[in-house]
Nanobody, 129 residues
């Protein structure tokens, strides 16, 4: 099993980036992909999720209306399009996989992401002028 993030970098406030999560060794038929970010000195935050059920996506309030998650099943890749970026979006962004969409993607409580089945190594997004 492997998840590999790419697409991070330095961008000015108001700019856009598209992150990619290329995965292998499992199927979206059985797993949810979660984009999780961690800024220095802050807790992990689950920002967006997608799974195989049509319409099953989730966005944290902090990114709703600015970020869009999508998937290309033919390429085993999940994307996170990030628009109108703000300095507070600066973080390492990870993609992770787990079967439990409801626990990680309901927006209720504070999920413990450590228990997720598979993780990528992360990609750094820096929003700065």
């Amino acid at each position: 099993v492997q998840l590999v993030e790419s697409g991070g970098g330095l961008v000015q406030p108001g700019g856009s980036l598209r992150l990619s999560c290329a995965f292998s060794g499992f199927s979206l038929d059985y797993y949810t992909i979660v984009w999780i970010r961690q800024a220095p000195g802050k807790e992990r935050e689950g920002v967006s999720c997608i799974d195989n059920h049509p319409g099953s996506t989730y966005y944290a309030d902090s990114v709703k209306g600015r970020f869009t998650i999508s998937r290309d099943s033919s390429k085993n890749t999940v994307y996170l399009q990030m628009n109108s970026l703000k300095s507070e979006d600066t973080a390492v962004y990870y993609c992770a996989a787990d079967p439990d969409f409801d626990y990680y993607c309901s927006g209720k409580g504070s999920p413990t992401y450590d228990g997720m089945d598979y993780w990528g190594k992360g990609t750094l997004v820096t929003v700065s002028s």
